[in-house]
T-cell receptor
């Protein structure tokens, strides 16, 4: 089954404790992206990757890191989480061409930082 | 600053009604436009891409007005299953890598009642 998987689905952590949220897709998509969704603010793009070893900042990259060493994986790293990073996080992937194609989203990771 | 504006709603309509959603975007260099649907606590899913000439998919019609930087979505004969939040999505830049930067509107909530 074609899908985007995220782990963990739920995470409660404390301020300053490094964490990684994994994202994996089995559709051989070139493009992958991370978003956060907050009430009243909608979905905001954190980072995106057009292909392996190519990453770019989205609109809210501060406090996050990403890497794209393999095509299928795009982990999101929070080196020192803070309470304002409490949010619902979505990973997405799509084919890549001259225009963006349909994005397939993972089920989301609900992160709480205390 | 790149922005996408939508009426947050909620739109409460009876079954069978026709409902229209509007969206404006600020970046005149944007090249690609989409409507996504998001059910409560679920990941967004592509409803339709929006083409310059306008396009229709069953009960759904999307229109783009580049001069006014305006996108619309019309739902005819609304069903209970259409109840969801509808997200307007615009690419953040012109051709090239910045096409990977996607800007989401905050969404318009639709509730279809029996």
């Amino acid at each position: 089954e074609a899908q985007v998987t995220q782990n963990p689905r739920y995470l409660i952590t404390v301020t300053g404790k490094k964490l990684t949220v994994t994202c994996s897709q089995n559709m051989n998509h070139e493009y992958m992206s991370w978003y956060r969704q907050d009430p009243g603010l909608g979905l905001r793009q954190i980072y995106y990757s057009m292909n392996v070893e190519v990453t770019d900042k989205g609109d809210v990259p501060e406090g996050y890191k990403v890497s794209r060493k393999e095509k299928r994986n795009f982990p999101l790293i929070l080196e020192s989480p803070s309470p304002n990073q409490t949010s619902l996080y979505f990973c997405a992937s799509s084919r890549q061409g001259t225009i963006p194609y349909e994005q397939y989203f993972g089920p989301g990771t609900r992160l709480t930082v205390t | 600053r790149k922005e996408v504006e939508q009426d947050p709603g909620p739109f409460n309509v009876p079954e069978g009604a026709t409902v229209a959603f509007n969206c404006t975007y600020s970046n005149s260099a944007s090249q690609s436009f989409f409507w996504y649907r998001q059910d409560c606590r679920k990941e967004p899913k592509l409803l339709m891409s929006v083409y310059s000439s306008g396009n229709e998919d069953g009960r759904f019609t999307a229109q783009l007005n580049r001069a006014s930087q305006y996108i619309s979505l019309l739902i005819r004969d609304s069903k209970l299953s259409d109840s969801a939040t509808y997200l307007c999505v615009v690419t953040g830049g012109d051709y090239g890598g910045s096409q990977g930067n996607l800007i989401f509107g905050k969404g318009t909530k639709l509730s279809v009642k029996p």
